[in-house]
T-cell receptor, first 110, second 112 residues
Framework: GIQVEQSPPDLILQEGANSTLRCNFS?????LQWFHQNPWGQLINLFY???GTKQNGRLSATTVATERYSLLYISSSQTTDSGVYFC????????????FGRGTSLIVHP | ETGVTQTPRHLVMGMTNKKSLKCEQH?????MYWYKQSAKKPLELMFV???????ENNSVPSRFSPECPNSSHLFLHLHTLQPEDSALYLC???????????FGPGTRLTVL
């Protein structure tokens, strides 16, 4: 099956710093999504981004499908950005079955 | 109510109990998913329902029994669970044509 690798696995930042999270996948994908899981367990949609670049406030994401990776940028990080960031891709073949990476755990200190 | 809701939010049960988790989506989606998230482990996809038919069952033990009576509701029936089944159980929904998934807040289950 498709492999999804996220890096780094853990990240500690000082408030105000910028960061880049990476998601690599082993096969062509039709769909990709980024999530933020807050400390209470809720998974929040950040971006649905099968290709191209999107921005939402301090967050932006870029997916280069031909090179099999996606990047999530967090600028001017805040303590509320803490949590785990997951990317999920749709298995090849249009099955609508997602495969999740293991996540990047982010801690932002005040 | 909007989005995806799950009840109960917390559940403590003994190994001989029978309980059910409920998920409801108000987004007009036609696919629903159950995930298990154990401490320090990635999300594990358990079941997928597409147009109310089960399309995925990732070797989940029979003590977990899903039910999807319609496109808006999804249940997970639990019986004779083990302590290692303690985890956060997450429900999600999507429009098949889009894939983009929306998650509920989860049920934190503790099996004593």
């Amino acid at each position: 099956g498709i492999q999804v690798e996220q890096s780094p696995p853990d990240l500690i930042l000082q408030e105000g710093a910028n960061s880049t999270l990476r998601c690599n996948f082993s096969d062509s994908v039709n769909n990709l999504q980024w999530f933020h899981q807050n400390p209470w367990g809720q998974l929040i949609n950040l971006f649905y981004i099968p290709s191209g670049t999107k921005q939402n406030g301090r967050l932006s994401a870029t997916t280069v499908a031909t090179e099999r990776y996606s990047l999530l940028y967090i600028s001017s990080s805040q303590t509320t950005d803490s949590g785990v960031y997951f990317c999920a891709v749709e298995r090849p073949g249009g099955s609508y079955i997602p495969t999740f990476g293991r996540g990047t755990s982010l801690i932002v200190h005040p | 109510e909007t989005g995806v809701t799950q009840t109960p939010r917390h559940l403590v049960m003994g190994m001989t109990n029978k309980k059910s988790l409920k998920c409801e989506q108000h987004l007009g989606h036609n696919a629903m998913y159950w995930y298990k998230q154990s401490a320090k482990k990635p999300l594990e996809l358990m079941f997928v329902y597409s147009l109310e038919e089960r399309v995925e069952n990732n070797s989940v033990p029979s003590r977990f029994s899903p039910e999807c009576p319609n496109s808006s509701h999804l249940f997970l029936h639990l019986h004779t669970l083990q302590p290692e089944d303690s985890a956060l159980y997450l429900c999600a929904s999507s429009q098949l044509i889009d894939f983009e998934q929306f998650f509920g807040p989860g049920t934190r289950l503790t099996v004593l």
